[in-house]
């Protein structure tokens, strides 16, 4: 797959985003505007369908596609693609009037009322039914469009429900994992303590508030039992297309690092990742160039899904939006470089919520490419027109893939293992977080990482990063170790290998499931250090990186058995032992920093193993980002300035794809401006 366009029907970078005529069908001539409009603004797919059940089927059984029909047919007509969703993110009136089983119940044993969105029950027989239902009759009537491109299923699935129903099937889940065998069960949930046995399965409830919450193995069993049964939810619904449209590729859109499931799974179930990017722009206290990279982190993570393939950003705003604290709207340029950067990282669509502002309701005030002023003369129509034009200048890019050398560790098991844990400090764990700080030195030395399960194959990869692996699961600890063994560079962290993948607790010493061999050490204790202590890591007179570095948070305290000490802590009763060290093992070399290391001290060490890896770090300016995209012997480089002043930077010879000039050696980029150079191999 790796160099092919998503779609050969539209071989380019798409433009567009959601639309919703069904909300203006007693509007005709704003429906025939918005087409002309969308010429304009160089759009060529738009996404149709989305909680658009009400309209689809307004009683049961009576299904109106007419007006679908219309819409796809003088879209096609004009150039402009249809991205066809299923409308089963929210359901109309009738539907919960008639199956109260649809509705969701909260942990609290609560069943909700009629509204909201995503406020099912998707274990219900019911809602199943009917979605398959509507399902069929989109794949019948639509699944032979000369316009169709891709299948949609719901919208940023997410919740849980904790009825009956879905009890039941989580015992179902819990029988399978632990083989029907309740003393399985007890003892990796270690349910001995306070007295928790179960003697049967049907004792078990799902975690609540005023119920069980205190087993860490039944939290975490909940956690993957809401991602199982979404997935089984998802295959019900990609099903019907799987049957009917066998050559229409199927998706659903994520959501910014969502905590509540495990998007590494659900991405198995999809042909296309794609993700809806709503970044807090335009905070005083934070520069533009810090905000973006936390998006490129997002960006990254669902581009590592499917490295082989581009991914689509699916949803994002040119202007604001109306739910964050503060909805700030976007500052001249800064659209511009925002969507390059999706495209930068993987992307082969900008896409928008929304085409057009809904006159009332909630979303009535969400940022949008037409206003409800109803005019193209705007700044942002203009910027989203600029955008399309560039897209259009960049099409050779798409089909295009990253292809990193390096690659950082990010579980979502171990996330909401660490998170539950009764232990360290609630208020410094930030797991996601310190992921980020290490994504983000990579990003500032220019080099692409990708970021992956510690599951996923590490063939290809010359280092890879795994900060505070918490949670060994089966295997990983082989799997780390045929990686360094062959010649990789493993960077491990202090909360390394604490439990196993029901949390219960390794023995013998941590990093624990086999990774004390591999790092050649063991961790005696942790000294979690408040907001405003500090300590030392002063690197030994040998070591490749020298000085001092402040440490933060956590301070493991670690006996070497045959590894070599590379640093040492200055201060407290463990002043003089290790704090990072390295062990040779087999062609390659695991290192552990123990401590929590502030981020130049994290950065010096990187980068000399990045040297002695052989993967060369770029040098920036500060403010820019760059990030290489590449088919067959072609490479496409791009450099995006997020800062306000001119830069200089220097370039490999070749075109700049943007103003089609050469380029190489010294360049200036401007503020606020992108260059993309195509550089032959």
């Known amino acids: 797959m790796t160099g092919s366009t998503l779609f050969s029907k539209l071989p380019k970078l798409l433009h567009g985003g959601d639309y919703n005529p069904e909300q203006w069908l007693d509007r005709p001539d704003i429906l025939e505007e918005d087409i002309r409009l969308m010429k304009e603004a160089g759009v060529n797919v738009v996404t149709l369908g989305v909680f658009s059940w009400s309209v689809i089927e307004p009683v049961e059984g009576e299904f109106h596609f007419t007006w679908l029909h219309d819409i796809m047919d003088r879209l096609y007509e004009n150039g402009i693609y249809t991205v066809l969703s299923t409308p089963s993110g929210a359901r109309p009136a009738w539907l919960d009037e008639k199956y109260p089983s649809a509705l969701r119940t909260s942990r609290k044993r609560i069943q909700n009322l ?8 998707i274990t219900s027989p019911d809602y199943r039914r009917l979605v398959r239902a509507v399902d069929e009759r989109l794949a019948e009537q639509f699944g032979a469009h000369p ?11 997410g919740g849980e429900c904790a009825c009956e129903l879905c009890q039941e099937k989580f015992r179902e889940f819990l029988r399978r994992k632990y083989h029907n065998h309740i003393e399985e069960l007890n003892q990796q949930w270690w349910t001995t303590f306070w007295s928790h046995r179960y003697n049967d399965f049907s004792q078990i409830e799902g975690p609540a508030a005023h119920g069980e919450k205190s087993i860490h193995g039944l939290n975490l069993d909940w956690k993957r039992f809401t991602t199982e049964n979404t997935i089984d939810f998802l295959r019900s619904e990609a099903r019907v297309f799987r049957e009917k449209t066998p050559e229409i590729p199927i998706t ?6 969502y905590p509540a499931l495990d998007y590494n799974k659900l991405s198995k179930e999809i042909d296309i990742v794609s993700w809806d990017s709503y970044p807090r722009y335009g905070n005083p206290d934070r520069s533009l160039y810090d905000i973006s990279a936390e998006n490129a982190f997002d960006h990254v993570i669902m581009r590592s899904f499917k490295k082989d393939r581009p991914f689509m950003m699916m949803e994002s705003v040119p202007s604001l939006v109306n739910w964050h604290e503060f909805n700030k709207a976007k500052r001249p340029g800064e659209h511009r470089v925002t969507a390059l950067q999706a495209i930068a990282c993987g992307s082969d669509t900008v896409q928008y919520f929304q085409w057009r502002k809904s006159r009332g309701s909630y979303e009535q005030f969400h940022g949008a490419v037409i206003d409800h002023l109803g005019r193209n003369d705007t700044r942002v129509f203009r910027d989203v027109a600029e955008v399309g034009a560039l897209l259009e200048t960049l099409s050779e890019v798409s089909g295009s893939t990253v292809r990193s050398k390096a690659a950082l ?21 930030k797991y996601p977080q310190t992921c980020l700080n290490m994504f983000k030195l990579f990003l500032q030395n220019g080099v692409d990482v990708d970021v992956i399960s510690s599951e996923e194959p590490l063939d290809g990869y010359e280092v890879v990063v795994a900060p505070m692996l918490y949670l060994i699961k089966p ?5 780390l170790k ?3 063994s062959g010649g990789g560079q493993l960077i491990g962290t202090y909360i390394t290998g604490y439990v196993n993948e029901n949390t219960l607790c390794y023995l013998g010493g941590f990093p624990g499931g086999g990774l004390t061999e591999l790092f050649g050490l063991y961790t005696e204790e942790i000294d979690t250090l408040y907001p405003k202590e500090k300590n030392g890591v002063q690197f030994v007179s040998d070591a490749p990186v020298s000085g001092t570095f402040s440490a933060r948070d956590y301070c493991e305290i670690v006996k ?3 590894a070599s000490v590379l640093a040492t802590y200055t201060d407290d009763f463990y002043s003089g032992t290790p704090a990072v060290t390295v062990h040779p093992y087999g062609q390659g070399n695991a290192y552990y920093v123990a401590a929590r290391m502030e981020e130049d001290g ?5 980068k000399q193993i990045l040297a002695d890896a052989g993967i060369a770090c770029r040098p920036l300016p500060g403010g820019v980002e760059y990030h290489r995209r590449q088919k067959a012997d072609t490479a496409y480089d791009f450099y995006i300035n997020y800062t306000t002043q001119q830069q200089e930077i220097s370039v490999e010879s070749g075109v700049d794809l943007v103003s089609g000039r050469p380029v190489g050696g010294t360049e200036t980029i401007e503020p606020l401006g992108v260059m993309v150079c195509r550089v032959q191999l």
């Open 482 to 484: 045929k990686f360094v």
């Open 602 to 606: 994290m950065n010096a060490l990187l």
């Open 114 to 121: 009629h509204g909201q969105r995503h406020n099912h029950c």
């Open 475 to 479: 295997q990983v600890a082989d799997h």
């Open 252 to 257: 659903t859109n994520f959501m910014h690092l």
């Open 409 to 429: 560790l990010f579980d979502w098991d171990n996330w909401w293992a660490i998170e539950d844990a009764a232990a360290f400090s609630d208020k410094t764990k």
């Open 560 to 562: 070497i058995q045959d």
């Open 147 to 157: 316009g169709l491109i891709l299948w949609h299923l719901s919208n940023e699935l």
